[in-house]
């Protein structure tokens, strides 16, 4: 559609003078570079693909109100704002981080004792329910109160792995079990979150062992394959669980076509249209929340069985649907940006943004600036891990998969907070040249020296 023309270009110049202004600070676990990504696949492609003919979401179906071109040209516009403010706020983090770059920071060490005890209870217990999941004794729990913990338990071995690689580096047999479990959750046909967003955290942390900013062509080309599979990757999972191996490679082949994909695909990715629709059903409602979509993680860990009527994540969804725009039971999303307008009007596109922004930066600038083995640096890389989602489904999503979806990230947060349990650390400041080196690794260094100097 040619009308939407001036809105790529605009967006192309907004995308360029960020990357243009923040390239020097960004790296590839840097906020603003998750930010961009969800930018770039949620509204940039989108606006792309529409530009080229592509039918706007619910068109010619039946008793569906369609989505107008003028609804993609005010989410758009939105879209672009909500950037930079985001990366105003990231500049901003950047200036207060420097003018404090003198000063030492104080730090929790990782403890491998209780990294090494996490991973010995939940990997074990967390792969009995990840592969008990499928089995049909284990859907027999389905209705009761526990079923929702048990599920939750099925994600702890890619989180005690993730986990116990931080502590202990990319061993042969943690290697091996990370290879094991990733390839099982990528055909098990369903939660595809939980094999993206771990490959997330992997290549960060080896990104930052190595003190690369940026991934190497072989990881950009691992990703990309990931990005092409994914889609279909929960058909090619199926196709294996049913033994229907020809149909899974057929699946497989497909995904290196770049032709069109299934409808049911293309309707799940049409995140510019739902975001669009959902500033509409959000003026057609006509109340503003004022913050109370996120007081349900308070909830949260009551299960419905005993709670029936507790609040839930998408109640808002639920408020705002229509008869002509489902999105409730069609399971639809208005991303973090229409949270933030159903619940603050227009501010809300200032407000949010701004402060994830800021406070997100802030927090990785303290996380990665020190040396490897803190606790911080481990906690922002399972954040880090989860940004995208949450910026696509709310900001909830921060909670529920770095706490929830991650419990051993949980269980060593808490037992790093025990007195007695973790020690702390005075490291250098960000301005010393040694400031992200251990301070074993710079006396042994610094003995090195002299005795060279002696002979």
């Known amino acids: 559609m040619d009308s939407f023309l001036p809105y790529l270009l605009l967006d192309v110049i ?19 570079t998750a930010y961009l990504l969800f930018h770039l696949y949620s509204f940039s492609h989108r606006l792309f693909q ?3 003919g592509a039918p ?10 369609a989505i107008t071109p003028e609804e ?3 989410a758009m516009l939105w879209a672009d704002i909500g950037l930079i403010v985001f990366a105003f706020a990231s500049w901003l983090a950047h200036r207060y981080f420097d003018a404090k770059a003198e000063r030492p920071v104080v730090r929790r060490v990782m403890n491998p004792n209780i990294a090494r005890a996490i991973g010995i209870c939940c990997l074990p217990i967390g792969a009995f329910f990840f592969f008990g999941v499928k089995a049909e004794a284990f859907n027999l729990l389905s209705e009761s109160a526990a079923s929702n913990y048990l599920q939750v338990a099925a994600m702890w071995p890619i989180g005690a792995l993730g986990l116990l690689v931080f502590a202990f580096g990319f061993r042969w047999y943690l290697f091996g079990l990370v290879v094991f479990f990733l390839g099982s959750v990528a055909l098990q046909g369903y939660h595809r979150f939980m094999l993206v967003l771990p490959l997330l955290f992997f290549v960060g942390y080896y990104l930052q062992t190595t003190r690369r900013r940026w991934p190497t062509w072989p990881i950009l080309v691992g990703l990309l394959c990931v990005f092409l599979v994914f889609p279909r990757l929960k058909y090619i999972g199926r196709a294996v669980e049913n033994g229907d191996t020809q149909d899974a490679v057929a699946l497989l082949a497909q995904s290196f076509t770049f032709g069109g994909k299934d409808k049911e695909d293309a309707a799940t990715e049409e995140f510019l249209d739902q975001f669009a629709g959902g500033l509409t059903l959000i003026d057609y409602n006509g109340r503003k929340f004022l913050g109370s979509t996120y007081v349900a993680i308070i909830t949260l860990p009551i299960p419905r069985a005993w709670w029936p009527g507790k609040p839930g994540l998408a109640d808002h969804v ?6 002509g ?3 409730a039971a069609e399971g639809r999303i208005i991303t973090y940006l229409g949270e933030s307008y159903l619940n603050f009007g227009y501010a809300g596109f200032f407000l949010i943004p701004a402060l994830m922004g800021y ?11 020190g040396p490897m083995q803190r606790l911080s640096r481990y906690v922002y890389l399972v954040i880090f891990m989860a940004l995208v989602q949450t910026f696509r ?4 999503s921060i909670f529920l998969f770095t706490i929830v979806h991650n419990m051993p990230m949980l269980f060593a947060l808490i037992c790093h907070m025990i007195p007695g349990f973790a020690k702390k650390s005075l490291d250098r400041p960000a301005a010393d040249p040694l400031a992200g080196e251990e301070e074993e690794e710079i006396a042994q260094e610094e003995a090195r020296r002299q005795q060279i100097q002696g002979r």
């Open 14 to 32: 907004v995308i360029a003078t960020v990357i243009f202004v923040m390239f020097r600070y960004m790296a590839f676990w840097h906020p603003l």
């Open 325 to 327: 725009r489902n999105y």
């Open 359 to 369: 406070l997100l930066t802030v927090y990785c600038l303290h996380a990665v600036t």
């Open 56 to 65: 706007l979401m619910y068109t010619g179906q039946s008793n569906r109100e």
């Open 318 to 323: 639920q408020e705002i649907t229509t008869s």
């Open 393 to 396: 489904d709310g900001l909830l």
């Open 50 to 52: 529409l530009i080229n």
């Open 72 to 74: 993609i040209s005010r």
